[in-house]
């Protein structure tokens, strides 16, 4: 049985792991880009609703080979399952920031609420 030490606690390889959600998902949203990669035509993969998030994967063919693999999520189901997929750790991903605002500690842009003249118009 393997001696835990605080030398073992302090280094940044075995600490990654037990960091939060909240944290892996500020990390991720800063090093993603900043314009959206789905389109209005683009759907969830379980429901009929708009994707907010992309997560591709590398899967292993049984002769050895690898290929890609996505999932297109809307916001409900992608607030259920973030969890589980940010643990499976997708080779790529892309999530609209503005749908993670209920997960604890997540730091979500403020939307511009900038409305010009009486709203209806630009004048």
């Known amino acids: 049985m393997a001696v835990m030490s ?20 500020n990390a991720a949203l ?20 708009h994707a907010q998030a992309e997560f591709r994967f590398n899967l292993r063919q049984e002769d050895g080979s690898t290929h890609e693999s996505e999932i297109m999520l809307c916001g409900h189901h992608t607030r259920a399952h973030v969890a589980a997929i940010m643990d499976k750790n997708p080779s790529s ?8 605002w209920k997960i604890r500690g997540v730091i979500v842009p403020e939307r511009e ?8 118009t630009d004048a």
């Open 6 to 25: 605080t030398a073992i606690l302090t280094e940044p390889s075995v600490q990654t792991p037990f960091l939060s959600l909240a944290d892996r998902l």
């Open 30 to 49: 800063k090093a993603q880009s900043t314009e959206r990669t789905l389109g209005l035509l683009d759907r969830c993969d379980t429901c009929p609703q």
């Open 93 to 100: 991903f892309w999530i609209e920031p503005s749908l993670l």
């Open 113 to 120: 609420m900038n409305l010009s003249g009486d709203g209806l």
